[in-house]
């Protein structure tokens, strides 16, 4: 039976969010592509008609996950002041509901040991995606300077991936918050409260992707 654009548009969605999750969960190496279309409710021919290759799979999905954080970020900013918006995103980040939830959280956080092992076709979307996120944070960074915001947002994201990372593989509680709590101090102190910023978030006109 033909399927419909409509229900083939669905159906790819439905992968992407499947596979997407299951990566960050299990990691890219060890998910198959049996399990993302079991996963999809879609047979093993049924994958492969939207997808040629599982590496195909896997730059795509990247850039869902990340283009839909990303829309996540933009949604907890939208009305705020720049420096409420970027505290918001920082207290979530580096929260224990964040670290719970890898198969739905950011997929930098998830993803980044896996990712420096994939093919160029992989690691260039993840870096395309990474390169917006940061973007997104530089414009909520206090600094006029846009080197010093680009800077600053370099140092302060990765301090927030890293201390997920680092909270994720300690298998001991307490260890694993003070990490958290630690890592929110540092970039609330260095990024945050260094100056009084009035501007107010606003989404750009473009449409996300």
Not at 93 to 102: C, E, I, K, P, T
């Amino acid at each position: 039976m033909r399927v419909t654009k409509e229900k083939a548009a669905h159906n790819r969605e439905e992968i992407l969010t499947s596979a997407a999750r299951l990566f960050r969960e299990e990691g890219i190496g060890a998910t198959g592509v049996d399990s993302i279309a079991a996963d999809a409710g879609l047979t093993h021919g049924g994958l492969y008609s939207q997808f040629g290759s599982k590496q195909e799979i896997v730059a795509e999905a990247i850039r869902f996950a990340l283009a839909k954080s990303k829309r996540a970020w933009q949604r907890a900013a939208q009305g705020k002041p720049e420096k409420k918006a970027l505290s918001d995103i920082v207290t979530y980040y580096l929260s224990r509901a964040h670290r719970d939830s890898r198969g739905r959280g950011c997929p930098v956080a998830a993803l980044s040991c896996d990712i420096a092992r994939e093919p160029t076709a992989v690691r260039q979307a993840f870096t395309s995606g990474l390169r917006d996120a940061l973007e997104f944070v530089a414009g909520l960074m206090p600094e006029d300077k846009a080197s010093r915001r680009d800077d600053d947002a370099i140092a302060a994201f990765a301090c927030m991936v890293g201390a997920v990372i680092l909270a994720r593989a300690v298998n001991d509680e307490a260890l694993s918050r003070r990490i958290l709590k630690s890592a929110a101090r540092r970039v609330e102190r260095d990024a945050i409260e260094r100056r009084p910023i009035r501007r107010r978030f606003r989404a750009k006109s473009r449409t996300s992707p």
